[in-house]
């Protein structure tokens, strides 16, 4: 008896692989703004094999980040060509986040209205590097005022701002940054000893906010207290100055308050 004839079998259809992706945790754009990020929070500078094991990168992955990232000008070499600062366009990058056009108005306003109660000239500065930066300024109605534009550089060993900002430094990289700074002599009364300068700024920690006695310019003094954001790093600097013909170092201290509650409202808008 004849067997029935087989059908033909189907074509069995080759499975479709989906393409495999990198996981994002070990991606190469990941990998880089780890390591910016790690730069930007030490706030100093840190070798080669520093950022491979803070990584927890090979150092060659670590060497070819560095490479990209210096030649996009995100990192920079420190002075001594080993190791690794941040960057210019890091910077830029920085200041134009804090600059951006929908909450700068908020902040201007802010500012605004704490010279309207303090009845001096204050300002919003951050930290550019080893300078200040000025942010945003508002000036107070006297015809005797000093003018800084916003964007202008002022030194850290001798205004309020700056050593407020090497005062909220962790000790290491303080000490890494005064050690690195040139301390030119201002006035009569800037700080140009290394150690008088720690020691001022371990009293700015414990007191809170920071003075300028004369010692960026003469017949000039300054209060500044730290803008911290939601997670309570001082991402920038309030301050009020004024001349000593108005105003005295006491009265700036009693302005402080004032500051204080708006670098609270500062905050909010970082």
């Known amino acids: 008896m004849p067997r029935p004839a087989r059908s033909a079998a189907a074509p069995v259809a080759a499975p479709v692989v989906a393409p495999v992706e990198e996981p994002v945790s070990g991606s190469s754009a990941e990998r880089s703004l780890r390591l910016l990020a790690l730069l930007a929070h030490e706030g100093r ?6 950022l491979a094991a803070q990584l927890g990168l090979p150092k060659g992955t670590a060497h070819r980040i560095c490479t990209q990232l210096l030649a996009t000008g995100f990192l920079a070499r420190d002075l001594d060509e080993r190791s690794f600062v941040v960057g210019p366009a890091l910077r830029q990058l920085a200041f134009d986040t804090l600059n951006h ?5 908020l902040r ?4 605004a209205a704490l010279v309207q109660e303090v009845g001096e000239t204050c300002n919003l500065t951050t930290l550019d590097g080893a300078r200040v930066l000025y942010l945003d300024r508002v ?4 015809p005797l005022r000093l003018t800084l534009d916003v964007g202008s550089h002022v030194p850290l060993h001798c205004t309020a701002s700056g050593k407020l900002f ?7 990289a303080r000490d890494a940054m005064i050690d690195g700074l040139p301390l030119p002599r201002m006035t009569a009364s800037t700080l140009t ?7 001022e700024c371990d009293a700015i920690a414990q007191d809170g906010f920071s003075r300028d006695r004369e010692e960026f310019m003469a017949g000039l003094v300054a209060v500044a207290v730290p803008v911290r954001d939601a997670a309570g790093e001082v991402r920038a600097a ?4 004024a001349p000593t013909a108005r ?4 009265d700036a201290e009693r302005r402080i308050d004032a500051l204080k509650a708006a670098a609270l409202r500062m905050g909010g808008l970082l």
């Open 45 to 50: 500078a840190l070798s080669l094999a520093d």
């Open 101 to 105: 056009g929908s909450v700068r108005g």
């Open 108 to 111: 201007h306003e802010v500012l």
């Open 139 to 142: 000036e107070a109605q006297w």
């Open 166 to 172: 090497l005062a909220q430094m962790p000790k290491k």
């Open 193 to 199: 000893d290394p150690a008088a300068l720690r020691a």
């Open 238 to 241: 309030l301050a009020v100055h």
């Open 247 to 250: 105003m005295s170092m006491a």
